[in-house]
Every structure is written in structure tokens, then in C-alpha cells.
């Protein structure tokens, strides 16, 4: 099946850096998302991508879809402490389930650790 | 607006118990339902998904099993829990093909003792 390499695994910075963590596959996909997980709760989204080269920002993020289809790159500015939490990058296929109903199976990175010091 | 619950949140349960764990979306009908299991706060793995009522398709063979009786219901299910069963279970939803991503529900940490 389809695997995603996500870098770094932890980030440990100070208040106020940039941050970039990225993902990379074997094999193409037709969307790329980013979610964030606090704590002891489920990932929120925070990003979604849609098109190979789109670049979409949201406040102090930035996503990319590479061109390729294979990677897709985020960043956060001006780091914060809420910031903290995991980051995971997801890849979605589109697919076909046995009677026609079309669904988009996700496929998601190991995560990254973030640590905001102030 | 669509809402997901999930529970119970914590679960601590003998090896050899059963296992129930209910997943509900509101506000929406026909939705595209998962299970995910996380270990050690890493990365996530798919176990079931279900397009439509009645509908599951196992993604890893394991101790689980999952079930759709209703249209928004989603329910994970063990007969006999195993140590390895030990994680964080997460429920979501997508909208029909979910190319806007999934939503996930809040968790359920599992621990077998």
C-alpha cells in the first residue's frame, strides 16, 4: 500500500521560529491534507490541497502540493506555544467501493512532534 | 452543522473482556465512516471503513471487528481483548468521497490490563 515518509519526527524550537516539516511518498496522491492533534484529542485539519504546485496559507501556515503529486511541505511562521501538538500530513486516494459509492481513503504520516519553548 | 461524538473517552478493561466502543455523526446523512487506532501517540492506522449501512471493510486482520446498524452509528467491536488492544481509538466521518479530509472524533484511550 501506499507510505508516506514524514520529517523531521520532533522538532524542539524556540518561541517566535519558522517551522517546516514535510512529506514524502512512493507513489501519487490526488489530495494532500494537514492536520494537527493536541493532546489526548482527535487531529483538526488545517490545511487542505487540491492541485500539484498549489500553495495555500492559513494565518501563519503554509502548505504546499508538490508538483510531482509525491510530496507536499508545511510551515508555520512566527512560531507560538499553542503551536505545540503533533502534525501529521495525509495523503488521499480517490478509490471505488464495491457498489459504485466513491470514497477518499487517507493514508497518513508517522507525525511530527512540535515543541514550542518560550 | 456536523458534529461527531464518540465514547467513551477512557476505557480501562481486563484482557479476555469484550469491547464496545460507539462512534454517532449529527447533521448529516450517508456519511463515509472510520476507525483509526494510534499507539503511543503516533501515527495513525486505518482498521475499518464503512461507506454505507451494513457496509465494512477491514483494512488489517486484528482482534476487532466493526459494525454499521444505523446510517450515523459506527460501532467498534472486540469479543476477547488481547494486551496489544492497548491504544487510542479514533472515530471519523468524511462527506461522500471525503475529498475535504476527514473529521475526527475526540478519542477513546484504551487500556488493557
Known amino acids: 500500500g501506499q507510505q508516506l515518509n514524514q520529517s523531521p519526527q520532533s522538532m524542539f524550537i524556540q518561541e517566535g521560529e519558522d517551522v517546516s516539516m514535510n512529506c514524502t511518498s512512493s507513489?501519487?496522491?490526488?489530495?494532500w491534507l494537514w492536520y494537527k492533534q493536541d493532546p489526548g484529542e482527535g487531529p483538526v485539519l488545517l490545511i487542505a490541497?487540491?492541485?500539484?504546485?498549489e500553495l495555500t496559507s492559513n494565518g501563519r501556515l503554509t502548505a504546499q502540493f508538490g508538483i510531482t503529486r509525491k510530496d507536499s511541505f508545511l510551515n508555520i511562521s512566527a512560531s507560538i506555544p499553542s503551536d505545540v501538538g503533533i502534525y501529521f500530513c495525509?495523503?488521499?486516494?480517490?478509490?471505488?467501493?464495491?457498489?459504485?459509492?466513491?470514497?477518499?481513503?487517507?493514508?497518513f504520516g508517522q507525525g511530527t512532534i512540535l515543541t514550542v519553548h518560550p | 452543522s456536523q458534529t461527531i461524538h464518540q465514547w467513551p473517552a477512557t476505557l480501562v478493561q481486563p484482557v479476555g473482556s469484550p469491547l464496545s466502543l460507539e462512534c454517532t455523526v449529527e447533521?448529516?446523512?450517508?456519511?463515509?465512516l472510520y476507525w483509526y487506532r494510534q499507539a503511543a501517540g503516533r501515527g495513525l492506522q486505518l482498521l475499518f471503513y464503512?461507506?454505507?449501512?451494513?457496509?465494512i471493510s477491514s483494512e488489517v486482520p486484528q482482534n476487532l471487528s466493526a459494525s454499521r446498524p444505523q446510517d450515523r452509528q459506527f460501532i467498534l467491536s472486540s469479543k476477547k481483548l488481547l494486551l496489544s488492544d492497548s491504544g487510542f481509538y479514533l472515530c471519523?466521518?468524511?462527506f461522500g468521497f471525503g475529498g475535504r479530509g476527514y473529521t475526527f472524533g475526540s478519542g477513546t484511550r484504551l487500556t488493557v490490563v
Open positions: 447533521g448529516t446523512s450517508n456519511p463515509n
Open positions: 490541497l487540491y492541485k500539484a504546485g
Open positions: 471519523a466521518w468524511s
Open positions: 464503512s461507506v454505507g449501512i451494513g457496509q
Open positions: 507513489s501519487i496522491f490526488n489530495t
Open positions: 495525509a495523503g488521499q486516494l480517490l478509490g471505488r467501493a464495491a457498489g459504485g459509492t466513491s470514497y477518499g481513503k487517507l493514508t
